[in-house]
Nanobody, 115 residues
Framework: QVQLVESGGGLVQAGESLRLSCAVSTSRFSINDMGWYRQAPGKQRELVAT???????VYATTLKGRFTISRINGKNTVDLEMNSLKPEDTAVYYC?????????WGQGTQVTVSS
């Protein structure tokens, strides 16, 4: 069974940085797109950033420039570097991966940014 495990969330002050990491527990299946999404209280889940197997990236327009998504070559891991965090970035961040043509989601990691 393939699992996605997120780590790196926490409580920070505005202006600080966090790095989230998502590890996919598989070596038998190919991993296509990977990405990060977030859901704030009372809001719908929204795209943060995605990265394809070829390295192409897509960012939410409002986040591009502050957040950077990366995928370690040869590793089943996708990271999200979050800089200059703002209170409105507070949300549960979810990792998404397409593994063997299946869409899988992690359980989420809480990011809280205080003002």
């Amino acid at each position: 069974q393939v699992q996605l495990v997120e780590s790196g969330g926490g409580l920070v002050q505005a202006g600080e940085s966090l790095r989230l990491s998502c590890a996919v527990s598989t070596s038998r299946f190919s991993i296509n797109d990977m990405g990060w999404y977030r859901q704030a209280p009372g809001k719908q889940r929204e795209l943060v950033a995605t990265i394809t197997s070829g390295g192409s990236t897509v960012y939410a327009t409002t986040l591009k420039g502050r957040f950077t998504i990366s995928r370690i070559n040869g590793k089943n891991t996708v990271d999200l570097e979050m800089n200059s965090l703002k209170p409105e970035d507070t949300a549960v961040y979810y990792c998404r991966a397409v593994v063997d043509r299946r869409e899988l989601w992690g359980q989420g990691t809480q990011v809280t940014v205080s003002s």
